[in-house]
């Protein structure tokens, strides 16, 4: 299975047809929030149609400088609303947490650590994760984990919650700290986790995820 993976366009789409057309064909799209910057929710739908062309599913979730209200405009749209679900295509299945831990600007959508974890556990019981059977599963993230792929000028700014999921998926895609693109292999109760951050699509980065008997990275940056 091979997929693109976009995060913090910022509504700012410019790239976004570049970034398309070097991905080639690709059998998903993954879209790690913060699609617009503060609004307004209906740029969705401009994403949405510059990702057209490459005629497969798109999964989405929002970041913490989206509203809360573009769900509902994800929801009338034609790409899978990934908030708090999750949803199976082929054998992998992708669970979605959007949103952030919390920020020193009070952004639009940002959770506490203790309600990150609590849908962390809803989302991977449901995605079929027990100690018996280790399924194969996404986490499409808005921020990264704890020490993962999150350092910014003063430190480290991913959730600690959702470095809760290393050891229990086997992939976690994710954004929001622009800083820190790149790759980790991550391990936790005797298994690797694969952490990959994005990139801010806005300035031209993305990420393609190729998932086989392994998962590779390939970074399509312009």
Do not use: W
């Amino acid at each position: 299975m091979k997929l693109l993976a976009i995060s913090d366009p910022h509504g700012d789409y410019a790239q976004i047809p570049s970034l398309v057309r070097n991905a080639g064909r690709v059998d998903a799209v993954l879209i790690a929030g913060d699609i617009t910057n503060f609004g307004p929710d209906e740029l969705t739908h401009d994403l949405l149609g510059l990702l057209e062309p490459l005629d497969c599913p798109v999964l989405a979730i929002p970041g913490n400088c989206d509203h809360r209200s573009i769900l509902t405009t994800i929801d009338a749209s034609s790409a899978v609303n990934l908030e708090n679900a999750v949803h199976t295509i082929g054998d992998v299945t992708f669970a979605g947490i959007g949103g952030s831990n919390p920020t020193p600007f009070d952004t639009a959508f940002e959770r506490s650590e203790d309600e990150i974890s609590a849908i962390l556990s809803d989302l991977l019981s449901r995605a079929g994760e027990t100690e018996e059977t280790r399924a194969r599963i996404v986490l499409l993230s808005h921020a990264p984990p704890r020490n993962t792929l999150d350092r910014i000028p003063g430190g480290n700014a991913g959730s600690e919650a959702i470095a809760g999921a290393i050891g229990k998926v086997d992939l976690i895609v994710c954004g929001h700290i622009h800083e820190d693109q790149g790759k980790m292999i991550v391990s936790a109760h005797g298994r690797e986790t694969v952490v990959v951050n994005v990139g801010q699509a806005s300035q031209g980065k993305s990420a393609i995820i190729t998932i086989g008997d392994g998962i590779e990275v390939q970074f399509n940056n312009i």
